[in-house]
């Protein structure tokens, strides 16, 4: 990675516009965190490319003093696809929401994913539609009552660490919008990670789905409710820190350390390097009132990347090849003499 | 083994090869037209199959056929009707039997006309006289059996050896027009070079063939055409796909950019997909993506990236990269969409040529979405039109649509390959680095075309987007005044175009009393027919059109010298109705034809002299 010329703040990218967020909004602090892990990556501004595509998280870009692309509705990836397979010298990072990931942009969440292309992928999980005013998302826990369910939904949501490992995702992170140290934290390993990394932002809409994460956010549950996972560190939580996670049989247990016999030697360690996914597909979907949610980066496994892969490619035909432009191209193969 | 009483001199042939869709008649086609080719003629071809793989074999729906036209003239079409019809199956001569001229020669298959082939083609007794063909000269070859005959020492199964039975067919028609074998045998045995049984199989049929035609010579006389008087220089054979990404790869060279590919497979526009994934030897970045949309929007992404992009697609590909292609309007980015028209709507007719997608490329968007559009006319002018649609993207700094359609994209010609130094140099607009106050939307005062700052590039920071931008500074903006500028400059950016553009040439006479006007895939009959009404004294010109929006500047000028006009299209009318709105002073008879097939020339003079008698 290139250092930076001059050293960077997080005010060094903020762009001129005024940013137009509901007050409240989930979306100002994280905007908060991306710049300070911008500026702790230590590159140049120019390096940066931004990429969204349609709902209130995407106008995300304008407020940012990097290169910028507001594309269409639900085809980040693709866009994003393209920047950073034309220069893979550049950090793309594609902002995107549930809907435009997951219900509009499905099809290329999944196969930017498996096509492992070194993009670093913010996912504003509101579970609701904020910029068409409140109708349900893939992600919106069935039974959610909102404009177009006025009677609450009847389909099961999309649980976007599951999708991710399903399409075979080798980096997948978990953050709160409010948490700004953990998201700056995150942020910067998602960078780091060569190949396609995929965090999620649970977030507040304030306005239409206001205290979706309450349950597990509000400051006097929060420490009980979420387990934030560090790399070959014991999987314990709690104000007291005094419990943690087993595998009992084929699945995970909270336990209370102290009880039963359980001291921390028997706690699982976090192990994000894991290729067998079956482990971080249980931590993904840990949901209250069962597990705490987990927090951190779950899932980091490396693998060749499309961009590294397809510059390898051309280095090596171009390199075999007798054909060096296109009048020696028009010259090849089968031709003859008038 | 030349033996031969008779050898009657023409000046072109068309002979169609028939059969199942697995019978290897596309390839048979292409060997003779090859070999056509490396002894001196001009040729076109037409390749005519069913969008299933496999069809149901010996049935009529699943006939494929190639139809080659060769001559010692230039040669502008694959020719109406056949001179000679190959029919490997009975189903193959009821699916052809309509383009066959009067007593030409039918080769058929004897082994396969049996009672299950001919129940299968829907005849309940002999083809030959259900079809009234007794005045036609009719060769009953015995190919499959002489086929395994001719290797029945070599120990290989029935399948392998009924697969080469168009080698047979194929060494009949050198026979019959005094081909030499060498181009077909040296192919043979490049392609199988790992199979020498299959290579020695091959050969022995071919030439087997070529015996048949020699011992039962008395069937009929053999033909020569002499080569035909062509400019001297290096030849090969290109269709249109090729030619087409060819063309765009010679744009990245002559702008020093880079070229960037992203589609989805669809036929009849695949080829150019896999054309230029070849070239990873050039730098082609080639991305096979999900989906038609995810095609052009990586396409996008590549040319923001500062790549020359470029997707591929087919009719309702085009339609699924409508919204993305509003976005390239907006965010005046260079990309170049080449749509291969088959026939529609819908699925339609996948392997047919139709050119019915005009209204789709111009008008096919939401809001006022102006991109250049124009098309190219013959298989091997793909190649020029590709590279011109590439330079005016970068120079415009707009998307641009070049359609071409199914029936030029799979003919080939000969093409005498051109010097790259011959070609101009496209001039990006890409700032130079460390430029001062980059301005986004700030535009050159000619052309109009915006500034082009890609990610890299210090001190270049801006966003661009789909968002109605600020007619100066690029941010966002909702002010209604401002729209209306933007709108009226996207619009009038495009237009600018006419200033690159040739004028629209008139082959034939400058006046006269009727102008035919044409499109694209369509010249080398219109051409055909126009010349044949020439020769004949009539006081009929040709008017063919490659640049569709803008409009070449001189097009008033030309059409107010003919009596009447003609507009003649595989649609129903759009591009009379666009030259309605257009050129509105006039009056425009059509002719439209919506069959999957190209214009017959016959048809064409037809309706010309119609028009000419009214």
Known sequence: ?338 | MNNKKEVVELEEVVIRFSGDSGDGMQLTGTLFSTTSALVGNDFSTFPDYPSEIRAPQGTVGGVSGFQVHFGHTKIFTPGDFSDVLVAMNPAALKANKKWMKPGSIVILDRDSFDEKGISKAGYTGDPIKEEKLDKFNIIRAPISTLTKEAVKDMGLDVKTVLRSKNMFALGMVYWLYNRPLNHTEEFIQTKFKKKPAIIEANIRVLKAGYNYGDTIEAMTPSYTVSPAKIEKGTYRNINGNQATAWGLLAAAEKSGLNLFVGSYPITPATVILEELAARKDLGVKSFQAEDEIAGICTTIGASFSGLLGVTSTSGPGLALKSEAIGLAVMAELPIVIVNVQRGGPSTGLPTKTEQADLMQALYGRNGESPVVVMAASTPSNCFDYAFQAAKIALEYMTPVILLTDGFIANGSQPWRVPSMKDYPRIKTRIVAAGADNYKPYARDVETLARNWATPGMKGMEHRVGGLEKDFLKGSVSHDPVNHQKMVDIREEKVERVVQQIPDLEVSGEKEGDLLVIGWGGTFGHLHSAVQEMQDEGKKVSLAHFHHIKPLPGNVKDVMKKFKKIIVCELNMGQFANYLRMKQQEFTYAQFNKVQGLPFTVAELKNEFNNLLED
């Open chain 1, 1 to 338: 990675m290139e250092e930076q010329t001059t050293k960077l703040t997080f005010k060094d990218f903020k762009s001129d516009q005024e940013v137009r967020w509901c007050p409240g909004c989930g979306d100002h602090a994280v905007l908060n965190s991306v710049q300070r892990a911008m500026a702790e990556l230590g590159r140049d501004k120019e390096d940066f490319a931004q990429v969204s595509g349609i709902g209130c998280s995407s106008r995300f870009p304008y407020y940012m003093d990097t290169f910028g692309f507001h594309g269409i509705h639900g085809r980040a990836a693709a866009i994003a696809s393209g920047v950073k397979v034309a220069n893979p010298g550049l950090s793309v990072w594609e902002i995107t929401g549930d809907g435009d990931a997951l219900a509009i942009g499905g099809n290329h969440f999944i196969h930017l994913i498996r096509r492992n292309i070194d993009i670093n992928l913010l996912l504003f999980n509101n579970e609701i539609y904020g910029l068409t005013k409140g109708q349900y998302s893939p992600t919106s826990k069935k039974g959610t009552t909102t404009k177009t369910s006025p009677f609450g939904t009847i389909e099961t949501p999309f649980h976007p660490g599951e999708l991710v490992i399903g399409a075979q995702g080798k980096f997948f992170a978990r953050t709160m919008d409010n948490n700004i140290k953990l998201s700056t934290e995150v942020f910067v390993e998602a960078a780091k990670h060569d190949g396609t990394s995929v965090v999620e932002i649970l977030q507040n809409c304030v306005i239409f789905n206001d205290r979706v994460y309450a349950e597990i956010n509000d400051k006097e549950v929060r420490e009980e409710r979420q387990i934030v996972l560090r790399h070959g560190e014991a999987m314990i939580f709690g104000k007291e820190r005094d419990k943690g996670l087993i595998l009992d049989g084929l699945k995970l247990k909270v336990v209370k350390i102290g009880e039963n016999g359980i001291t921390e030697k028997d706690i699982l360690v976090h192990k994000e390097n894991e290729n067998n996914p079956g482990l971080h597909m249980m931590l993904v979907n840990m949901r209250w009132p069962n597990y705490p949610v987990a927090f951190g980066v779950i899932r980091s496994v490396n693998a060749p990347t499309y961009d590294m892969a397809m510059e390898a490619q051309i280095a090596k035909i171009q390199a075999e090849s007798s054909i060096k432009n296109i009048d020696d191209l028009l010259h090849s193969g089968n031709t003859w003499e008038v």
